[in-house]
């Protein structure tokens, strides 16, 4: 199956280009939402991307970055924000950033703080902690070095965090109590620039940007944008659920984001990875799922940041695993597109699942019952995708409210979704 760009290194791989000396070509852009937001955010401050219908971007950045005319409307997307602010109070350009209804529900403090503690100049323009937000312009030379401990473990916190600094020309270090995904680090690494990473004996994980150069040095590159591992975890869990095997070709194979299938096999599925290439520092390669009874599973709070978006599809696999299982220490869940930890339980028990709901978890039991009822995703794309596959599974009539939102991630998704169940 060919499987839509990984959203993740698509938004760092359009960021960076417009950092990069000369022309970069990027392959496979999905066509998401979110990536869009990205993609005309940075046009809107003055980097060329070509083809915006296209999955090839040849990305020149500008020579001079400018602000924006309108306010810079970041969609659904999370990381655009995040990533935005950062690179934005780094190049002190000047800008007001907001998104949609469910983007500024969604906490911004988390970047806001450190920035503003490394001397960035952001202001809440309505309610504190949310969006819209307004960065005032800079001089040049009023940063300082960031030495930062994160509460929770956010690859969107810090890879703001290291674009301000590398934009800026100053020193970051930043340590998370858990490893989230690497994908900047490993891009920057590999682009030449002066970046250290790693997990910590504690559990966490340390990054530090030592001394970068200003202004930003870093080469035009080309990328084929692996598969999205996490756009590949709906049609696995369809697979599974439906009995067939899964092969998947040219999917990144990131540890930081493939914790999943080390559940799938704790659940007594045969899944074999194999990496076949390297693509920018990204481990690229094939994913085969080999279908068997499901056994129920426990996830805890070290592992939530290598499988945080893939929550929603374990837990409707919970649903027809078999004994129950439980999942601790994903709070963070409650600050996504949707409250998710409520938006799952609140679905699975309309369907006829038992299912609790605890402060940072859930628990749920698993059945082979005949599922019903009308799900409400609340606009959010991974609740839709992993309801729209629990409801391919057989004894389950499921309807989804708003499949329309999936194009945040996964447009093509619910074709794939029929391919692969009919
Ligand atoms: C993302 C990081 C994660 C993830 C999100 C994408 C990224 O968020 O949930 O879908 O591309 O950096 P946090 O870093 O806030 O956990």
Redesign the pocket.
Known sequence: MQLPGD??IA?RALILASLADGQSTIRNVPGSADVDSTRSALVALGAVISNPEDDVALVTGPSAWTPALNPIDCGNS??TVRLLTGLLVGLGTPARLTGDRSLRNRPMDRVVYPLQSMGGRITYAEDRDRLPIELEARTTGSLRVLRYRGRV?????K?ALLLAGLTAGIEVEVREPGV??D?TERMLANLGAPIEFGPLDDGGARVLLVDPPTPVRLPGFELTIPGDVSSAAFLIAAGLLAGKSVHLDGVGLNETRTGFLKVLRRMGANVREQVLETRLGEPVGTIDVVAGRLGSFEIEAEEV?RL??EIPVLAVLAARAHGRSRIWGAG?LRN?ESDRLAALAVNLGLLGVECEERRDGLIIEGSERSLSGTVRTGGDHRIAMAFGVLGSASGCEIEVDDKDCVKVSFPGFWTILDEITS
């Open positions: 959203k993740s938004h999370g990381t473990a956010s690859a969107q916190v890879s989230s995904r994908h940041p945080v978006d963070e996504k």
